[in-house]
């Protein structure tokens, strides 16, 4: 699909949900742990790109093809 991350770009997105979100960064350290829960945020951010992707995509088709029966 072409999605790529650094590592520096997953840590960011960990440090900016420890920021934005603290109360629910240090309850889910507490259920998980810190590293696990990290990977988790590291694949949010990973899942929602590949959503956005396939979304795109299909809206992109979408549009294609409404132009073609024009």
Do not use: C, W
């Amino acid at each position: 699909m072409g999605i790529k991350f650094t590592d520096e770009e997953l840590r960011n997105a960990v440090l900016e949900f420890k920021s934005d979100f603290p109360e629910i960064y240090k309850h889910g350290v507490h259920l998980y742990g810190e590293a696990e829960y990290n990977k988790g945020i590291e694949r949010q951010k990973i899942y929602k790109a590949v959503f956005q992707h396939i979304v795109n995509k299909k809206v992109s088709n979408s549009i294609k093809n409404d132009f073609i029966h024009l």
